[in-house]
């Protein structure tokens, strides 16, 4: 418990602890990729239903294939905008997509997002009193 405790006062605790989550969704993108394709499904429904065509290798219309870092990156911090969070979502109809979606969702968005805030907290707290 008491790791938790001076996120405030040592912004490094926060930042090795966003690192750890991305580290370990970018784990979970890469199992996802190799083992359970079908957990990540394109968010665009008619790229979705589309039999001919796999977003995975690429299609003519020039959907973005699917990167676990990227992925990774574009879930954790809000800001960033790099289209694959858009582009990409969890299977609702696969177990380990809903299973992924839960650990997405309420771990890896909503906890990214409380240390990105502390984080951004702490830094200037630090700033203002070296000032």
């Avoid at 008619?46 to 290798?57: A, F, G, S």
């Avoid at 879930?75 to 809903?98: M, R, S, Y």
């Amino acid at each position: 418990m008491w790791w938790f405790a001076d996120y405030g006062y040592r912004p490094e605790k926060t930042l090795w602890t966003l690192l750890t989550l991305l580290l370990l969704n970018i784990g979970l993108n890469l199992v996802i990729l190799y083992w359970q394709q079908d957990a990540i499904v394109p968010a665009l429904e008619e790229v979705y239903l589309q039999d001919d065509k796999d977003p995975r290798k690429g299609t003519p219309r020039g959907y973005p294939s699917f990167n676990p870092l990227v992925f990774a990156l574009d879930t954790l911090i809000p800001a960033l905008d790099l289209g694959q969070e858009n582009a990409w979502q969890p299977n609702w109809k696969n177990p380990f997509g809903i299973a992924y979606a839960i650990y997405l969702y309420i771990v890896h968005m909503f906890i990214g997002l409380l240390l990105i805030v502390v984080l951004v907290a702490g830094i200037s707290k630090r700033l203002s009193d070296e000032i």
